[in-house]
């Protein structure tokens, strides 16, 4: 599975942001796919994740702010970022497990301005 991630960049503190994570293969039949991050010296966070059921969790830093969602016909999961903060600056990493299979994207990178 390949995961290719994208919509990461610079903005100010307040502002928004959406990430896409497009995979090569059906996520309807995956087990969950999630967004985690990880910020300089710091370990890799869950972010949210969502199941082809559309489950979500959320971390509680993010609850109310982020929403992530999934677009079965392109393949494609979404983390829409509202009223980002500085502290949620760091790589965001799409991950999709298929058959409990762990697929890694790679990261793009999200800094926000204080």
């Known amino acids: 599975v390949q995961l290719q991630a994208s919509g990461g960049g610079l903005v100010q503190a307040g502002g928004s942001l959406r990430l896409s994570c497009a995979a090569s293969?059906?996520?309807?039949?995956?087990?969950?796919m999630g967004w985690y991050r990880q910020a300089p010296g710091k370990q890799r966070e869950l972010v949210a994740t969502i199941t082809s059921g559309a489950q979500t969790t959320y971390a509680d830093s993010v609850k109310g702010r982020f929403t992530i969602s999934v677009d079965n016909a392109k393949n494609t999961v979404y983390l829409q970022m509202n009223g980002l903060k500085p502290e949620d600056t760091a790589v965001y990493y799409c991950?999709?497990?298929?058959?409990?299979?762990?697929?890694w994207g790679q990261g793009t990178q999200v800094t926000v301005s204080s």
């Open positions: 293969r059906s996520i309807f039949n995956g087990n969950y």
């Open positions: 991950k999709a497990v298929f058959s409990w299979l762990n697929y």
